[in-house]
């Protein structure tokens, strides 16, 4: 009789304790929501099974057949294979990301500080800027800006020559002398890297002498002429072993130097005019949570007001501007897959637009393009966490 | 963006288990929504575009309407789902769509790898380049090292691969996602080129503010077999599609028109006698009223009439029959008989 009813009893008073009714909830929980992910894994095999289409990676390594207009890095041709057209877009993707993120935050802290000064004219131009384009869906921004530099840039026949006959600028893109590096030029590459190890320790040092003595040396100045003098020297001693491809007019199109394609400058300002609105309004958050008395104590004792900002005030705003920049940066990221609209071969044009159509594969491919995403913001997240860490106030 | 939306959607529809729904059957579900939804373009002047009241208009619109008109006796019960050359399949695989006529090229992958079924020609269509007169071009061979247009999504970026890497000539793609897109890169100047299908071209110059300051290049580099495509799996809708197209053609061949189609009802050939439904019942075995190609030619007309009302030599697009002529007099356009 006892033991019959035993289990009932067990559960009820599982059920009734606080601890072990928590634990039951989250295996529920759990339970529900992997069952509803095996169920959409199953709808997904039998309904592609039911158009009569294989799940599978193979076709990443047939014969891609079309061509990539902006491949920067990689040598890629329509023989090439799905896979080597995905390391193109995610290569150019990380491109945009890259300097999108750099513009966006130089641009964001200029606005910023800006719309924190005490001139009106300044302050009320970041404010105008900063509602104008945050209230703008970026798309729109992007197709603009795109409009702009190719109706207005002069064709190539007709393009504007900048520093005699070096640097055009066209709405086929803005074309200027690509270095060509000659034997020797190794040895200036090393002179460099050098310079630079030079700089750290010199760095390194300064600092201890300023703990240990209070001393402060010019570093920015050194450091500056340390990176420009030693180059400079190694250049000339090799006999300058670099020479220029300059760009010329040949047929349709400019040939030789490098090339920043109207699709690139129209995405990249875009994106980065668009975050920077985004990033504004953070730094503002950021330097007006530090209290004026940190400002008032530090003037009262003597501390002059550029070093004020760089002491004082910014490692405060810092640990609060951080952690919303990193979302910043996410959402640049992610944004950059609005590359398709203006042609700009991104890994969602590539892999995740051409082959698709190609292939027919738009389960595997949208899974693929989901993963890359997927890690880039990963690893972004996890380099802001790491820098966030790092500048975060030390409480003693 | 609309296209990648509904790309999501697509695959969202597979991932929650929509699509096996739609595999056999199309006729039923069409009959009982009322309504025939065909997959279209995004916008092609004369194929497939909205007028200025909104209402859709073209060469592929009236095959539409061809097929609401034997299905549903009603030409126009349609819808138009529109896409992009890079969302078509994933829309029609999915059930967006009951059938696609969006100037959509046979290849063997499509057939294949993409599972379509496809049901004849429309339209013998090739790839083709347009420039601006003041260029200074006469030839294709004449392109190295040219920007060329391209529209994604299509067999035209393989063909346009193809063709200058054969030729050893050098190009810079501009791939655009949609067709108004990419004439507006080749109006700015973005572009030298702009290459597509030929009846494409000669709709995108028809749309430009000066047609008569560009011209289509002589060459064709491909051979572009438009056509209808459905699902695979439903044998009974492939019929209806395959004869609904038969039907224009041999309308034409036999002299059917709009006008005359209530006179021929008392002719004497017995084939026109079957294909209208007064003999046989034709109709009946393919799942429709006997009267399905009677209503066909009655509301929208024969392949010659549709062909010269949309994109004929009379109209902005002005092309000429040419491959898409009867058999009988000297083109491809061949319907097996109505026996």
Known sequence: MASSNAPSNVLSLLWRNKESRGVIIQIITMVIVFGLLAVIARNVVINLEAVGKEFSFDFLFWPAGYDIGFSPFIEYTNKSTHFMSGVVGLLNTLL???????????????????????????????????????NVPVLIHILAIYAIVVTILPS????????????????????????????????????????????????????????????????????????????????????????????????????GGMAVKPEFIALWLGLSYYTAAFIAEIVRAGILAVSDGQTEAAHALGVRPNRTLQLIIV????????????????????????????????????????????TGKEMETMLIVMGIYLIISLLISSFMNWFNSRIKLTER | MKQKTTAVLSAAALVLGFAGTTQAGTLEDVQSQGVLRCVVSTGIAGFAQPDASGVWKGFDIDFCRATAAAVLGDANKIEAVTSTGKTRFTKLNAGEGDVLWRNTTITFSRDVGVKLRFHGVNYYDGQGFMVKKSLGVNSASELDGASVCIQTGTTTELNLADYFSSNGMKYEPVTIETNDEARQNYESGRCDVYTTDASGLASTRSALPNPGDHMVLPEIISKEPLGPATRHGDDQWSDIVTWVLNATITAEELGVTMANVDQMKSSNNPEVLRLLGVDGSQGQELGLSNDWAYQIIKQVGNYGEIFERNIGVDTPLGIARGLNALWTEGGLIYSPPFR
Do not use: H
Not at chain 1, 110 to 134: A, C, D, H
């Open chain 1, 96 to 134: 945009i990301a890259f300097w999108g993120c750099i513009l966006a935050t130089i641009l964001g802290f200029i606005i910023g500080i800006m719309r924190l000064s005490s001139n009106w004219l300044v302050s009320r131009v970041s404010y105008i800027f900063v509602e104008f384009v945050r």
């Open chain 1, 315 to 358: 490692p405060q705003a810092l640990r609060i501007i951080v952690p919303p920049l990193c979302s910043q940066y996410l959402n640049l990221t992610k944004n950059s897959s609005l590359a398709i609209a203006i042609g700009y071969m991104d890994i969602t044009a590539t892999l995740g637009g051409i082959s698709l159509m190609q």
């Open chain 1, 156 to 255: 190539t026949k007709q393009a504007i020559s900048l520093g005699g006959d070096l640097f055009f600028l066209s709405n086929r893109g803005f074309y200027i002398p690509a270095p060509i590096f000659e034997s020797g030029a190794g040895w200036v590459g090393i002179v460099l890297l050098i310079s630079i190890g030079l700089v750290i320790a010199f760095k390194r040092w300064a600092k201890r002498i300023q703990d240990n003595t209070g001393t402060i040396y010019p570093v920015f100045w050194i450091s500056l002429a340390i990176l420009t003098v030693l180059p400079s020297l190694a250049l000339v001693a090799m006999g300058t072993p670099i020479s220029w491809d300059i760009p010329a007019l040949k047929g349709f199109n400019f040939q």
